[in-house]
C-alpha cells in the first residue's frame, strides 16, 4: 500500500469529507478521490461510503492499522538518516511543565562536555512528543503530568517497537489559586470539593480535562504554551490550576493548596527509542537524567 494513499485515507478519516481532506493535503478534489479510489482498488473493497462520507468496516479495520503504518515508516527513515548524520547533534522536545533544574543542569553538562555539540530545544504538547520521538523526528523527549504516586503517565502507544518510557521526576500536585485567596491558607483540598470554582484550562501547559475529576468547570481558556502566563493568569484571578509545586513556589502572586483527594504528583517521564541506544549525546543526557531521579 503506497503511503501518499493512506496518508489521504486518514485525512478523509479524520475530517469525514473529501473536500476537508483535500484543503488539509492542499490537493485537490479530485486527486483526493482518485488516491481513495486507487487504495481501494488495491484493497478489493469500498472503505468510505460517499453520502454521507463515512468509513465502512474495511475502512474501520485500515484506520487501525494506517497510523501506526505511516509511523513507523518514518521510524525507519529517521533511523537511516541518523545513521549517516554528522556525530554532535541533539534535538530534545518538551512538554511545558517538563522543564526543571535538573534538566538545565544535565543538559548544560553535555554542551561542556562538547563544545561543538548542536543542540535545539522544541516545546509542544504531549501527544505531539509522543509521536516526534516515535518517527525519530526528535533524540529524546520529556513528558509530564500528574499521577497517582508512582503510577506510570498513560500515554499514547505508537506501535510495537515505540518509545520507552522512565520517570525522571516528581514533586507535589498543587491547586495553584492566588496568594490572596481564602483557599490560600488551607492545608490541603480536595479537587471535588472546587466544582463551584472557576478553572483555567490550558490544553498546551496543563490541560484540565486529564485531571482525574468530573464536574469541575473552566471559566477560561488558555491556548499557548508559556507555563508563566498560565502562572500569571491564576495570579491575577482569572481561575484555579493544577500545578508543579516548584512552579507554584516560583511565583511571587500563586500560593499552592496541597490535593487531598485524589492524591496526585507531577511526574516527568524521558522518552527515547530502543534502536537509539547507542546514539550519542541522546545517550549521555538520558544517563544524566536517569541518574538524577
Do not use: C, K, N
Not at 481532506?21 to 479530485?30: D, F, G, I, P, V
Not at 516527568?268 to 538524577?292: H, I, N
Amino acid at each position: 500500500m503506497d503511503p501518499h494513499l493512506l496518508r489521504t485515507f486518514l485525512a478523509v478519516a479524520d475530517t469525514g469529507s473529501f473536500s476537508a481532506a483535500a484543503q488539509r493535503l492542499r490537493y485537490t478534489q479530485s486527486a483526493v478521490s482518485q488516491h481513495v479510489a486507487a487504495l481501494e482498488a488495491d484493497l478489493g473493497t469500498p472503505l468510505f461510503t460517499r453520502r454521507p462520507v463515512a468509513l465502512t468496516p474495511a475502512g474501520e479495520r485500515l484506520r487501525r492499522h494506517a497510523a501506526l503504518l505511516l509511523v513507523r515508516l518514518e521510524a525507519a527513515r529517521a533511523d537511516v538518516t541518523r545513521a549517516v548524520a554528522p556525530p554532535g547533534r541533539l534535538i530534545l522536545g518538551l512538554t511545558p511543565l517538563a522543564w526543571a533544574a535538573p534538566i538545565a543542569t544535565a543538559l548544560a553538562t553535555i554542551r561542556a562536555e562538547s563544545a561543538r555539540l548542536r543542540t535545539r530545544l522544541r516545546v509542544a504538547d504531549r501527544d505531539r512528543i509522543v509521536e516526534a520521538v516515535a518517527t525519530g523526528e526528535i533524540d529524546l523527549g520529556l513528558v509530564d503530568g500528574f499521577t497517582a504516586p508512582s503510577d506510570p503517565l498513560r500515554l499514547p502507544e505508537p506501535g510495537a517497537g515505540g518509545p520507552r518510557s522512565l520517570g525522571v521526576a516528581e514533586s507535589p500536585a498543587m491547586v495553584a489559586v492566588p496568594a490572596t485567596h481564602p483557599l490560600a491558607r488551607r492545608r490541603a483540598v480536595d479537587l471535588a470539593d472546587l466544582a463551584d470554582a472557576y478553572w483555567i484550562d490550558a490544553p498546551e501547559v496543563a490541560p484540565f480535562g486529564r485531571l482525574p475529576v468530573d464536574g469541575l468547570r473552566a471559566g477560561l481558556r488558555y491556548d499557548g504554551a508559556d507555563a508563566t502566563v498560565l502562572a500569571g493568569l491564576v495570579a491575577a484571578g482569572h481561575g484555579l490550576a493544577v500545578l508543579p509545586q516548584p512552579l507554584v513556589e516560583a511565583h511571587p502572586g500563586l500560593a499552592g493548596v496541597p490535593v487531598g483527594a485524589p492524591r496526585l504528583v507531577h511526574r516527568v517521564e524521558l522518552l527515547r527509542l530502543p534502536a537509539a541506544a547507542t546514539d550519542e549525546p541522546a545517550e549521555r543526557l538520558a544517563a544524566l537524567l536517569s541518574a538524577a531521579s
